[in-house]
């Protein structure tokens, strides 16, 4: 077997997921400036929500594309008012607080959902009952199952829409609007509390789907599984410069194939010494050097004064 | 009478002072008796946690730069002492000797860490940072092989107490009719540091070095228009705030004798970060009673437990968790209330001394 | 008035993208004299003061001051050789009291380190109370005594403005470029304020100066240097720029000349 190869393939698919919790951050960041710390956390509960109904499923014998379409769509509505209520009680009273107000906030409510978590499903490792026998496909001497086909695919399509959406559609405008000068949307007609909501929103219903996806990738779920996740995607959207929608698919991808690649061949570069327990720090690594030589990111503006 | 003009007045204020003294020094002793020996260590624990966050108030308060890894420099002090005091490479250090020098290392460690982040603002600086604590820590576990330098994740054990001759504060001593237990006499010797911390933070405040930092934060462009050198002031807040988390880690891992990368995580370091919120960026008494707030706060939850084997006949909730909901709540209450700390900066008093200036 | 130069800067060039803002830019300014920088909005002159104090790196060009080349230089090294400044849109340190800016001022003229400070020296001691006086000398200089215990952003617009000022002759400048010193001030205000940068001079600083209000800055000036789509299109005393036809179709109009 190929091993550049599969970690190449496997490195794309975990890419596209973190890809899509990316986007979340990036578009919250570029219409707030805010970190919002939660988001790894709703990606968890969407993941744990679709858990929960695919086992309460499993026995009823539904076809799985349909079983599979209820848990989507289960998480996505749970996440998306998940989002929702969190941006009105804890962001939008502190607009104009200061700086780092917001943030903690964020952590807090990372926390609660965190343990809420914990409170609902218990702190052990929760399993995924076998639903999909996938089948591989043998691409240049690598292994691609049918799993990891369709997560990408459907990754591609989401962020494919979302491109499309923002760029074309009334509401897009109006997001871009805001991002670019919210007084001005705001004089404008755009009615920026909406826009901010639906942006919670979109980004919450997102992240549902890549719980959706981790969950099916990994078979087990946990409360504390958002964190890295969500780094991970925050990294990756400061990679392809937060704020840019296109930056947060291009980090995403590049960060999951970073990640694949070095843990599959930091035992052979380092002689034995390093081993892959060390993958979790080649994020940062990545990330930091990025920073250093081109601190807005890959697609990021050079903006001189940003923050 | 207004409490605060009681400290600036001429005749009171050698009483007011006193008085504060009297109730630290009495404070161990009387919580012993009402609450516990337990109540003991998590007073002792919330002064080095006051140092904690002076440290990282230098850092976030004053020079406001957002560091999201604070707690690595904690852990480099403490790694620092553990190695060098304890049956780990079998050396045994003076803790004079180890504070120092712990504290040099995580100097180092501020300067290493801080020199790649000089050029990133705001958010980017934050996730960097928190990066760096994350490599630290990943280190710290996985520094068992090839070579067995930390021990990985079962952590050094059997650290040595602070002890100078034959006096160690690992044992219970008798003095004046009183009995100090070694939480008893870490309290102390952690009362001594907590308050030459605050010491420092204040004289840097109000110095050259502490009004360049407060310049960097309000506008580094017309700082460096000024005349300030922002790379080497930048350099030096991390340098000093990373020292006070090093002698608070060499502290720390006397204290507890044993340490394991458990201790060092995300949530420690912003933990550490909200108390410097929660308290008032910037304000040092602010900041130094956020941190003792924080430290018992949780533990105050831990309370709820019994609470509710009292009240309900079980234990519906975990209260572990509880106390970790709670805390979160808190955060959020707190900030939705009151954005700017319990003890916002209002005004600084310009010109301490102008008196005899003018 | 002495005629050796104090700042030259020759063929500066500088580009943002496909613009250019500055091309081929020269101007000498003589120790001593008050030089004023004029032309319409988007003419290059921020952007020629962000080269001259070292914020913006010139393309090309060279910039001698003191007959020691700074270009290239970081701002604090460029404050260092004697050239201080302001901002038009005030960048102030909002936090801190009126009279900690400028103390803050006094940074690159003291040193005082974390030792120092720590333990309190009689150095350390002696220079923070000398300091505070000289700040306190420049709040009075500028007509700010009143206000020293503000915060900087609770001021007056016009104070702010002087209390840049104030703060940029806390470095010991031998150069001091103001960029729009006069801007929103009302009449009583800027005649105020024109004593005042008579005075600076009069103390044998040398004045380079960015300003729209044309009384003011040909009122003040001894030379004039004007700049338009990032070309200096003329250069000298005030009364022949005045009269120079490319200046008046370019910049003055029909209303000036």
């Given at each position: ?18 890809a ?19 988001h ?37 509505i ?20 200061p ?21 609902v499903?218990?702190?052990q ?43 074309t ?21 755009v ?18 789907i ?11 779920g ?18 392809g ?8 698919v291009?980090?995403?991808?590049l ?19 390093l ?12 990330l ?5 030589l ?8 050079q ?5 | ?40 260590r998590?007073i ?6 006051v ?22 420099f ?28 712990g ?35 990943v ?51 952690f009362?001594v540091c ?7 933070s ?8 502490g ?16 005349g ?107 900030m ?23 | 008035?002495?005629?050796d ?13 496909g ?11 003589r ?19 962000n ?55 006094r ?41 020293a215990d ?47 940068l ?24 001894h030379?004039?240097?004007?700049l ?16 120079n ?13």
């Amino acid at each position: 077997m190929d091993i550049f190869a599969q970690q190449l393939i496997n490195g794309l698919v975990l890419g596209s997921i973190y890809a899509l919790v990316a986007l979340g951050y990036t578009m919250v960041y570029g219409i707030l400036g805010l970190i919002n710390f939660a988001h790894g956390d709703i990606t968890m509960i969407g993941a744990l929500v679709a858990l929960t109904i695919l086992q309460g499923l499993a026995a009823a014998g539904l076809p799985a594309p349909v079983l599979l379409v209820i848990a989507g769509g289960g998480a996505m509505i749970v996440c998306a008012a998940l989002g929702l209520s969190i941006e009105r009680v804890a962001y939008r009273p502190l607009r104009r607080a200061p700086r780092l107000a917001p943030l903690i906030t964020a952590i807090g409510v990372s926390i609660l959902l965190q343990y809420s978590a914990a409170l609902v499903w218990g702190k052990q490792y929760i399993a995924l009952p076998k639903l999909l026998e996938p089948s591989a496909i043998d691409i240049a001497g690598a292994q691609l199952t049918t799993l990891q086909l369709a997560i990408f695919l459907l990754a591609c399509a989401i962020m494919a829409a979302l491109l499309w959406f923002i760029k074309t559609s009334r509401m897009g405008r109006a997001m871009r609007a805001t991002e670019q000068n919210p007084d001005v949307a705001g004089l404008m007609g755009v009615n920026t509390n909406s826009v901010i909501a639906f942006t919670f929103v979109l980004g919450s219903a997102i992240g549902a789907i890549a719980g959706l996806m981790i969950i099916l990738y990994y078979g087990i779920g946990h409360y504390f599984m958002g964190f890295m996740l969500g780094l991970k995607a925050f990294t990756a959207a400061v990679l392809g410069g937060i704020g840019n929608v296109g930056g947060a698919v291009l980090g995403g991808l590049l960060l999951g194939v970073i990640e694949s690649l070095a843990s599959g061949y930091i035992g052979d570069l380092s002689g034995g010494v390093l081993g892959s327990n060390y993958r979790d720090i080649f994020a940062f690594l990545v990330l930091v050097l990025v920073l250093v030589l081109r601190p807005s990111g890959l697609l990021g503006q050079q903006n001189g004064d940003r923050a | 009478m207004n409490i605060a003009a009681l400290f600036n007045d001429r005749h009171y204020r050698w009483f007011a002072w006193g008085a504060v003294v009297l109730v630290l020094l009495a404070l161990p002793f009387i919580t012993e008796a009402v609450l516990g020996r337990s109540w003991v260590r998590i007073i002792a624990v919330s002064l080095l946690f006051v140092m904690l966050a002076l440290g990282l108030n230098i850092v976030v308060g004053f020079a406001g730069l957002l560091d999201l890894g604070y707690i690595a420099f904690f852990a480099v002090g403490a790694y620092s002492y553990a190695l060098l005091a304890s049956p780990q490479f079998a050396v045994h250090w003076p803790f004079l000797l180890l504070l120092p020098l712990g504290a040099a290392i995580a100097a180092v460690f501020g300067i290493l860490l801080g020199a790649p982040t000089l050029r990133l603002r705001g958010d980017y600086l934050a996730i960097v940072t928190l990066g760096f604590g994350e490599i630290i820590r990943v280190f710290l576990n996985n520094l068992n092989r090839p070579v067995n330098i930390t021990n990985g994740p079962q952590g050094i054990t059997l650290i040595d107490p602070l002890q100078m001759g034959g006096f160690s504060l690992a044992q219970t001593h008798s003095f004046a009719g009183l009995t100090f237990s070694p939480v008893h006499n870490y309290y102390f010797v952690f009362l001594v540091c907590a308050a030459l911390t605050i010491a420092l933070s204040l004289r840097l405040q109000n110095s050259r070095i502490g009004r360049a930092w407060v310049a960097i934060r309000d506008d580094e462009l017309a700082a460096s228009a000024m005349g300030i050198n922002t790379r080497n002031v930048k350099l030096l807040a991390f340098a000093m705030g990373a020292t006070f988390g090093g002698v608070a880690g060499g502290l720390f891992a006397s204290f507890q004798g044993f340490i394991s990368p458990e201790s060092f995580q995300l949530i420690d370091s912003i933990m550490v970060l909200c108390m410097v919120v929660l308290g008032g960026m910037g304000n040092v008494a602010g900041v130094a009673l956020g941190a003792v707030l924080l430290t018992a706060l949780p533990e105050a939850l831990r309370y709820i437990g019994p609470l509710q084997q009292r009240w309900f006949g079980g234990v519906l909730v975990d209260p572990a968790d509880l106390r970790m909901l709670l805390f979160g709540l808190a955060l959020v209450l707190m900030m939705l209330l009151r954005p700017e700390g319990l003890w916002p900066v209002r005004r600084r008093q310009a010109g301490k001394g102008n008196a005899d200036a003018g | 008035m002495p005629a050796d130069i104090l700042l030259a800067a020759s063929g500066i060039c500088k580009h943002f993208g496909g613009l250019a803002a500055l091309s081929d830019v020269s101007i000498s300014v003589r120790r001593g004299e008050i030089f004023g920088l004029i032309g319409p909005n988007g003419a290059g002159k921020t952007t020629l003061f962000n080269v001259l104090t070292g914020l913006t790196v010139p393309d090309v060009g060279k910039l001698t001051f003191d007959g020691r080349r700074i270009e290239g230089l970081k701002p604090h090294a460029v404050a260092g050789h004697g050239i201080a400044r302001t901002f038009q849109n005030i960048r102030l340190f909002g936090s801190m009291t009126t009279l900690e800016n400028v103390m803050l001022g006094r940074h690159l003229r003291s040193n005082t380190g974390v030792l120092g400070a720590v333990f309190r020296t009689r150095a350390a001691v002696a220079e923070e109370l000398a300091i505070t006086r000289r700040a306190r000398e420049l709040l009075d200089y500028c007509g700010l005594a009143a206000r020293a215990d503000d915060l900087a952003r609770d001021l007056p617009y016009g104070d702010q403005r002087r209390l840049e000022i104030a703060r940029a002759l806390a470095t010991d400048p031998q150069l001091l470029a103001l960029d729009e010193p006069a801007a929103g001030m009302n009449a009583t205000e800027t005649a105020a304020l024109k004593a005042l940068l008579e005075r600076i001079r009069e103390d044998g600083i040398t004045l380079l100066l960015i300003e729209h209000d044309m009384k003011l800055v040909m009122g003040l000036s001894h030379s004039v240097a004007v700049l338009d789509y990032g070309e200096k299109i003329a250069e000298g005393e005030p009364e022949a720029v005045q009269r120079n036809p490319r200046v008046i179709e370019a910049y003055l109009g029909s209303g000036f000349a």
